[in-house]
């Protein structure tokens, strides 16, 4: 008996037809409407073809342009270096641009549309000696749109009010806002002068020091956030008041010297007192001066306490602890670690070591920090608590032992440095101290008791 292949042949056309359908047919609609959608783009150019651009806005006339190494600059009407990103962004904008439609192709009807004596335009010039400009006109009847013309051209197109913000360009929006124009890895030297004292830090094989007031190793985490505020700090607007009393900056709460490796005055960074809600900054190397906010202006007012290093006073190994001293006004525990679990050290039949608690307990010793070196030497007279920290032979690892509280700080004292510093409360308050040992409960066995009648 013969089987009929029919219907099997007949789904095998059906399966190889919506293939042709999906693949051919769909993909070419799909190529259809990208192709649509990029004959309506307003501008479509390479970006890294552009050597200038001249924006005509609401505000005056703006021109950047790249020089011989590709870095953007402003040329008219200051010279001095352009916003990189600022300039990188408007061209991704304007090329995702698109128009929605023609309305006129009558070059007569430009003034209708606000498109004759336009104070918005703009003009971008290529490699190849091309140029592009496009002409701002109206808003549009319709919500957020208006009228756009594109050089040599007699079209109208109505497009995206948005269009127009990209083009209506102030010379904040170009210019670089960077108050430090150099690369914060070439700092090996900051002379920082403040209102409050004189710091001198130096970089020597990759460790920051602090070299005065006092000789000392820095914080690294501290110096690491200090750089990138240099790095980052930026203008909020520019002024080119000339008088620097009018400014505050004959009052300086700031300055900082950066030199590099060679002993080469990198910048020198003057932040005024506060005028206001602001403060001025003038340096070497900036054409003008800059307006930043106070809250910028605060992050460089330090004393050599901020960069002191925060770690090392606390630190230990918590994988060569081994046993562990614990004593306060409540308890006094001795601890050992035998093989993966802590013990007492005085076996009690009673009393078992909690193990997540001598984790924990480690581990928040382990991230405690120095929150404060005192300015005036200050004794640790009332001892409230101490905890001493040994390894497999005995060596002590940390012997940290606390007092009174001053303002938010609980003074401390460790056998690694030779003063009590402070550090926060919550630090000491928040140590599993009361709950590392724990009574063993004893369940009653109920299975013998008497039956009553």
Known sequence: MKKNK???????????????????????????????????????????????????????????????????RLTKPVEDLADDSAILSFMTSIVGENYDQIVSEDKASFNQFGLDNSKISLSIYFDNGETKQLIIGDQAPLNGKLYAARNGETKVYLTNMSLKYQVDKNLKDLRDKRVFRGNKDDIVKIVLKSNKSEVELQKQNDVWNILKPIKEVADKDEMDKFLSSIDSLRAADFTDVKNDSKLNLHKPQAQ??????????????????????????????????????????????????????????????????????????????????KGELWELK?????????????????????????????????????????????NEKGDTLLNLKWADTIGKNVTVATQKYDK????ESSQITTLPVQTLVEEIKIEKDNSQKPHTH
């Open 6 to 72: 029919g219907p099997i042949i007949l789904a095998i056309i059906a399966l190889l037809l919506g293939s042709y359908i999906y693949f051919f047919e769909y993909k070419k609609a799909n190529d259809d409407e990208k192709a649509k959608h990029e004959a309506q783009k307003i501008f479509n150019f390479d970006q890294n073809k552009v050597r200038k651009i001249t924006f005509n806005s609401s505000f005056g006339e703006f021109i950047v342009e790249k020089d011989a190494q590709n870095v953007w």
């Open 256 to 337: 900082l010297m950066l030199y590099n490796k060679e002993g080469k005055l990198l910048d020198n960074i003057t932040i005024g007192s506060a005028l206001e809600n602001n403060a001025y900054v003038k340096t070497n190397t900036g054409k003008s001066k800059y307006q930043i906010y106070l809250g910028s202006a605060s992050q460089f007012v330090k004393t050599a306490s901020d960069f002191r290093d925060k770690k090392t006073p606390l630190s230990f190994d918590k994988e060569q602890t081994k046993e562990i001293l614990i004593k306060n006004s409540s308890v006094e525990y001795n601890l050992v670690k």
């Open 346 to 390: 005085q076996a009690d039949a009673k009393k078992e070591v909690n193990q997540l608690q001598v984790g924990q307990l480690l581990s928040k010793l382990s991230d405690m920090k120095v929150s404060e070196y005192f300015d005036k030497p200050i004794a640790l007279t009332k001892e409230k608590g101490r905890v001493i920290l040994k």
């Open 420 to 423: 009590p510093f402070g550090v």
